[in-house]
């Protein structure tokens, strides 16, 4: 049981290139999230999927795609980078019950630098 | 949506109570107050969530107040592994099923 795992766990990017980082959970939650973290701050909501087939816009959505494959994978992609996407990203992932008592589980990040 | 209000940092000495206060006084009725922590660069983990009532488990104790407005954060016997940025958020929405982050606690232990 792996929890949340994330490709790759470091990345250096060209200004203008693309690429797209990877999620996966395998504890059949509904939920997938998309965080990034840059230094010194809070995480900041990038995107979310409620469920399979279903994505939606958080905080910081500018810049950035995702495709919500199927239940398990849930991809962000960066289709410029830009310098101000150099930045820690997290995926996480929870069970989505009415009672809303659940708690998410985090990967260990990508750490992406754009020069 | 409820925003939160944390302490920038605090310190603690290894051994007593850490109590971390945090601030949510547009919580809706509804909405429950989570606390994750961040220990150096690694992903966020989970402590401890609660509705009105004061809930314990194995890492800590959760205190809300009767009115929800504030909560408290209690790690009884502070280690140096309690080093770490905590983070208390009031759950988004409904069924969306939404995280949102603050800036945080930075807790320093010192032996």
């Known amino acids: 049981n792996a929890g949340v795992t994330q490709t790759p766990k470091f990345q250096v990017l060209k200004t203008g290139q693309s690429m797209t980082l990877q999620c996966a959970q395998d504890m059949n939650h509904n939920s997938m999230y998309w965080y990034r973290q840059d230094p010194g701050m809070g995480l900041r909501l990038i995107y979310y999927s409620a469920s399979e087939g279903t994505t939606d816009k958080g905080e910081v959505p500018n810049g950035y795609n995702v495709s919500r494959l199927n239940k398990r994978e849930f991809s962000l992609r960066l289709e410029s980078a830009a310098p101000s996407q150099t930045s820690v990203y997290f995926c996480?992932?929870?069970?989505?019950?009415?009672?809303?008592?659940?708690?998410?589980?985090f990967g260990q990040g990508t750490r992406l630098t754009v020069v | 949506d409820a925003k939160t209000t944390q302490p920038t940092s605090m310190d603690c000495a290894e051994g007593r109570a850490a109590n971390l206060p945090c601030n949510h006084s547009t919580i809706s009725g509804n909405e429950y107050v989570y606390w994750y922590r961040q220990i150096h660069s690694q992903g966020p983990q989970y402590i401890i969530h609660g509705l009105k009532n004061n809930e314990t488990n194995e890492m800590a104790s959760l205190i809300i107040t009767e009115d929800r407005k504030s909560s408290t954060l209690i790690l009884p016997h502070a280690t140096l592994r309690d080093t770490a940025v905590y983070y208390c958020?009031?759950?988004?929405?409904?069924?969306?099923?939404?995280?949102?982050f603050g800036t945080g606690t930075r807790l320093q232990v010192f032996p």
């Open positions: 958020i009031v759950r988004v929405g409904y069924n969306t099923d939404k995280l949102i």
């Open positions: 996480a992932s929870s069970e989505a019950l009415p009672e809303m008592n659940t708690e998410a589980f």
